[in-house]
């Protein structure tokens, strides 16, 4: 064959642009490929080997962290070490300080609605993920799509760098190099000093132990001062008042402090003399006090008595028994009398039958005087040699006694 007739590269290379592009059309005219094409930012679009199984109604959930660090779109997104979704983006926070982290999770896996979020590390120098962590309490809501997981439930955990940066701090300027001189000083101090140390430590921890022992009244007395405390901020202004009004009080007994000064050594001087004055007195005062004492039980001993006896005394001639007589403008008096047993009442109170036939009159004795009375007691009278002329026999004499009839006012006759 002529060489010639052989085509040319360039030949080849629009044949084979013409066959793509002739293909490309028949696929947008038979629906094949989109007529807008998918976005492809780079090769971290691309899912990740091995990443979870989305499947077929995944639902997003924004998480807030103060530092990513390292995390980058297609991390995995896991539950107990479990991948359940993965991170789709990473965008710069509202107030420009803090990260949202876009993750998309299975819809298969539901979880709480307080559940939080921590980004770690799989190794040493293994990837950034994000886990899922469970809240303390389960309320029973769970995470829905739009849901979002704020920065006061997420955290990060200790960078490898940040623990070598803190090694090498305390190895080179953090003061390794001067333990050997807080030892030595140490030593000095307590050289010697063994026992002293021993039962300083001994009583260290019976302070302790008791402190231990007492948390729970050391609790409440906390809480009693934090109630204090609520109870004075809420009367902030009673208290302002208060110490306010005692300001002018205040200044006058600052102003008065020399008389009160005065006033007390006064004080202390006269009760030296009070003293002084007692212990002279005692046996004197111990005497009065007993001679006191039978005054003293006589009035205990009156009891109730001297009390009644002061009433009627204030109340005399009219005591309280008497205003009980009191009928409107006059006075009832009831008086009670009593003989003595042989007394003969005339007349008498119970009228006696009527007399029978007339008895003779009785002839006097021969041997009495006439101008005596038979009832006389005849024996002189030893001062004046004279009869006393005193009625021996003779009864008592009373008023008439009405009977059958009552009293106006209710009283009884006497």
Same mark, same amino acid.
């Given at each position: 064959m002529n060489r010639d007739s052989l085509p040319s590269r360039k030949a080849l290379g629009a044949a084979a642009a013409g066959a793509v592009a002739l293909g490309l059309g028949f696929a947008v005219v038979l629906g094949a490929v989109p007529a807008n094409p998918v976005r492809f930012d780079g090769i971290e679009d691309l899912p990740l080997p091995g990443g979870a199984d989305l499947g077929s109604h995944p639902y997003r959930v924004t998480a807030e962290l103060d530092d990513v660090l390292s995390l980058v779109p297609q991390s995995a997104v896991k539950v107990n070490d479990v991948a359940v979704g993965r991170v789709t983006a990473i965008e710069l926070g509202a107030d420009h300080w803090s990260a949202r982290v876009t993750l998309e999770i299975n819809g298969d896996v539901r979880l709480p609605a307080g559940a939080g979020a921590r980004l770690e590390q799989s190794s040493l120098l293994g990837e950034k993920y994000i886990q899922l962590v469970a809240p303390q309490k389960d309320d029973g809501t769970r995470l829905t799509d739009g849901s979002v997981i704020p920065i006061a439930r997420t955290n990060r955990n200790t960078e490898v760098e940040e623990v070598f940066g803190a090694l090498s701090l305390l190895l080179n300027g953090g003061g390794v190099n001067q333990l050997k001189t807080i030892t030595r000083e140490l030593n000095a101090a307590l050289g010697g000093r063994e026992?002293?140390?021993?039962?300083?430590?001994?009583?260290?921890?019976?302070?302790?132990?008791?402190? *231990? !022992?007492?948390?729970?009244?050391? %609790?409440?007395?906390?809480?009693?001062?934090?109630?204090l405390s609520?109870?004075?901020?809420?009367?902030?202004?009673?208290?302002?008042?208060? /110490? %306010?009004?005692?300001?002018? @009080?205040?200044?006058?007994?600052?102003?008065?402090?020399?008389? +009160?000064?005065?006033?007390?050594?006064?004080?202390?001087?006269?009760? @030296?003399?009070?003293?002084?004055?007692?212990?002279?007195?005692?046996?004197?005062?111990?005497?009065?006090? &007993? !001679?006191?004492?039978?005054?003293?039980?006589?009035?205990?001993?009156?009891?109730? *008595?001297?009390?009644?006896?002061?009433?009627?005394?204030? $109340?005399?001639?009219?005591?309280?028994?008497?205003?009980? =007589?009191?009928?409107?403008?006059?006075?009832?008096?009831? /008086?009670? +009398?009593? !003989?003595?047993?042989?007394?003969?009442?005339?007349?008498?109170?119970?009228? &006696?039958?009527?007399?029978?036939? %007339?008895?003779? %009159?009785?002839?006097?004795?021969?041997?009495? #005087?006439?101008?005596? #009375?038979? =009832?006389?007691?005849?024996?002189?009278?030893? =001062?004046?040699?004279?009869?006393?002329?005193?009625?021996?026999?003779?009864?008592?004499?009373?008023?008439?006694?009405?009977?059958? $009839?009552?009293? &106006?006012?209710?009283?009884?006759?006497?």
């Open positions: 026992p002293e140390v021993r039962s300083m430590l001994n009583r260290v921890n019976t302070l302790v132990t008791n402190l *231990d !022992a007492h948390r729970g009244d050391i %609790t409440r007395a906390l809480d009693g001062v934090n109630r609520a109870t004075l901020a809420g009367r902030k202004k009673d208290v302002d008042t208060v /110490l %306010t009004g005692l300001s002018p @009080g205040l200044k006058t007994l600052e102003n008065q402090r020399g008389s +009160l000064l005065t006033m007390l050594r006064a004080l202390d001087t006269l009760s @030296g003399v009070a003293v002084s004055t007692v212990d002279a007195s005692k046996k004197d005062m111990i005497a009065d006090l &007993k !001679a006191l004492a039978p005054t003293l039980t006589a009035l205990a001993d009156a009891g109730a *008595d001297l009390p009644d006896s002061l009433q009627v005394l204030l $109340t005399y001639p009219f005591t309280d028994e008497v205003m009980n =007589g009191i009928k409107g403008d006059y006075l009832n008096t009831y /008086l009670h +009398l009593a !003989a003595t047993p042989g007394t003969e009442v005339i007349p008498p109170l119970i009228p &006696k039958p009527d007399p029978g036939p %007339t008895t003779p %009159t009785p002839t006097p004795d021969p041997g009495t #005087d006439p101008g005596t #009375d038979p =009832g006389t007691d005849p024996t002189p009278d030893p =001062g004046t040699g004279e009869r006393a002329g005193r009625n021996t026999s003779s009864p008592l004499p009373l008023p008439p006694v009405t009977t059958g $009839t009552t009293p &106006k006012d209710g009283g009884e006759n006497r």
